[in-house]
Nanobody
Framework: QVQLVESGGGLVQAGGSLRLSCAAS????????MGWFRQAPGKEREFVAG????????YYADSVKGRFTISRDNAKNTAYLHMNSLKPEDTAVYYC?????????????????WGQGTQVTVSS
């Protein structure tokens, strides 16, 4: 069993930056690919970014490509989402997830574990 806890959300002005963290406990994250998802009010949860277990491969939704960076530190059992040039449409609850599957250019595997989410609000 893996427990995931997100942190780092908050209120930021458009154009600003935030770094989200996803800390894991219970088991090592080394064998899991990690992903970030978000859900805005009234919308379905959507994929944002994914990273392989080694950190060697990363994938992004077109809406965040070039602005967001996913990374991980397996020694700290933590994944990160660095968000730059934030826009009001990035406002959402952000979730991290762990999967035994493998992300691909157009493939998002089913996640096995989910965090509780952290709110990101971008003001215009």
């Amino acid at each position: 069993q893996v427990q995931l806890v997100e942190s780092g959300g908050g209120l930021v002005q458009a154009g600003g930056s935030l770094r989200l963290s996803c800390a894991a406990s219970g088991r090592t994250l080394r064998t899991y690919s990690m992903g970030w998802f978000r859900q805005a009010p009234g919308k379905e949860r959507e994929f944002v970014a994914g990273i392989s277990w080694s950190g060697g491969s990363t994938y992004y939704a077109d809406s965040v490509k070039g602005r967001f960076t996913i990374s991980r530190d397996n020694a700290k059992n933590t994944a990160y989402l660095h968000m730059n040039s934030l826009k009001p449409e990035d406002t959402a609850v952000y979730y991290c997830a762990a999967t035994e599957g493998t992300y691909g250019p157009k493939y998002v595997p089913a996640s096995k574990y989910w965090g509780q989410g952290t709110q990101v609000t971008v003001s215009s």
